[in-house]
């Protein structure tokens, strides 16, 4: 189980990793080169939550999908649609932004755009998850699990790196260049990686899924990506506001910020949690305090250093948050609807990614501080009422 496990991982961990960058380089130079095209943080802000909807619906059918259709289908299929699409969006900023194409019209083919990918793109994580459910044991659950969160980590680290060094070519080519890396991926996948053995593969029937049994837990996943997605939408206009930035500079400092966030993540989810073992009770019961510690470092910045920080301690509180719901989901889900159950996870987060990025986004045009405030209240309000849930719904896994 555990050779199989490596072999997959070989595979899997560079595709995340691959579309994981296009998540970051998206946040840290589309939100700049938006105010550049003339649209404002809530437009922008719009095209985001509007894909977050998408993705609400889309992930858990995607995941039962991989349930019977298979992991490797799904992840192939999904890195592709996100290969293209991308193309597709950076080529139509690029558009905006030479006027061919004017603001409110650049606006809705960005919109359209982005809901295509998350509709087609939605069963990436949900499979590459269910992929890891498959291949460790029950004891093993949560470190087998949270190297996907790693992947992102890693990815989340190189994709900022890479809009760092990509922008002198052109505040775009991030975008072209990453896309093409996923589709080079989607490739990949398709020739190395194996599908696991599974009993009930390509069967249609549905495997025993408690969403009453889940909830406290889709509970806590929409209050730790509610708030993770206010501060993605908002970040890179806090740091050009607060420092005076220009576009280029601003861009290059986001990805600072957001560099950071996924190398503390990253140093939790493949180190301290691979190493240790935690239970996901622990991991739920620690992360909170510290993700908060992280945001009051974040607040009335001095300097980039400061963001940067705060950033960076935010990153561990998420890094410690989220295989501790995702593992958790897992180990209370029969072994025939892993892939519908981490859809439901995904689901979650993707309703956070709904309402944080229009709230926070609104806020931010009244005053930056207010995003802060709002950010800080769910997460206390998560913490408060869904952890001594938890504690119950986690206590036996």
């Known amino acids: 189980m ?63 999908i991989s349930d019977s259709w298979g992991r490797k289908r799904t992840i192939v299929f999904g890195l592709t649609s996100y290969g293209i699409v991308s193309v597709l969006f950076a080529a139509a900023m690029q558009a905006g932004l030479n006027g061919l194409t004017a603001a409110l019209a650049t606006f809705f083919i960005l919109l359209g755009l982005r809901v295509t990918y998350a509709a087609l793109g ?4 949900p499979s590459a998850t269910a992929l890891m459910a ?58 190395a990686l194996q599908e696991p053995n599974r009993t009930d593969a390509g069967s249609k029937s549905q495997g025993d899924l408690s969403l009453l049994k889940l909830l406290p837990l889709l509970m806590i996943g929409f209050a730790l990506f509610t708030v993770v997605a206010s501060l993605q939408q908002t970040v890179a206009f806090y740091v050009q506001d607060s420092l005076g930035l220009d576009t280029k500079t601003a861009a290059q400092f986001t990805g600072y910020c957001f560099m950071a966030l996924a190398v503390a993540t990253l140093l939790v ?49 998420f890094g410690l948050i989220n295989p501790g719901i995702t593992a958790a989901v897992s180990l209370r889900t029969s072994e025939d609807a892993q892939g519908q159950a981490a859809g439901f996870v995904q689901s979650a987060a ?48």
């Not at 899997?12 to 998206?26: D, E, H, N, R, S």
């Not at 894909?51 to 858990?60: D, E, I, L, R, T």
């Not at 498959?134 to 790196?161: C, H, N, Q």
């Not at 240790?276 to 909170?288: A, E, H, M, Q, W």
């Open 2 to 64: 555990n050779q199989s496990l490596g072999r997959a991982q070989a595979v899997l961990i560079p595709a995340l990793i691959a579309f994981a960058m296009g998540q970051t380089v998206l946040f840290a130079v589309a939100g700049p080169v938006a105010r550049d095209i003339g649209l404002s943080e809530f437009q922008f802000g719009t095209i985001i939550a509007s894909a977050a909807a998408v993705f609400v619906v889309a992930s858990p059918i995607w995941g039962r």
């Open 122 to 125: 939605a069963g990436i994580q």
């Open 134 to 191: 498959d291949l460790s044991s029950p004891e093993k659950r949560t470190a087998a699990i949270a190297m996907v969160g790693a992947s992102f980590g890693i990815g989340s680290i190189l994709g900022p790196a890479a809009a760092a060094g990509l922008v002198g070519f052109g505040v775009l080519a991030p975008l072209y260049v990453i896309a093409s890396l996923g589709l080079m991926m989607a490739l990949i996948c398709a020739f």
């Open 269 to 317: 989810q493949g180190g301290l949690i691979q190493a240790l073992k935690p239970s996901p009770r622990i991991l739920l019961l620690t992360g909170f305090p510290i993700f908060l510690v992280g945001l009051l470092i974040y607040a009335a910045p001095t300097s980039i250093w400061q963001i940067v920080a705060g950033m960076a301690v935010m990153g561990m509180g």
């Open 350 to 397: 993707s309703i956070g990614y709904i309402i944080g990025p229009l709230a926070a986004t609104g806020l931010y045009q009244m005053s930056p501080t207010y995003t802060i405030y709002f950010a800080g209240s769910i997460l206390v309000l998560g913490f408060t009422l869904s952890l001594p849930i938890a504690y119950k719904a986690t206590q036996n896994s």
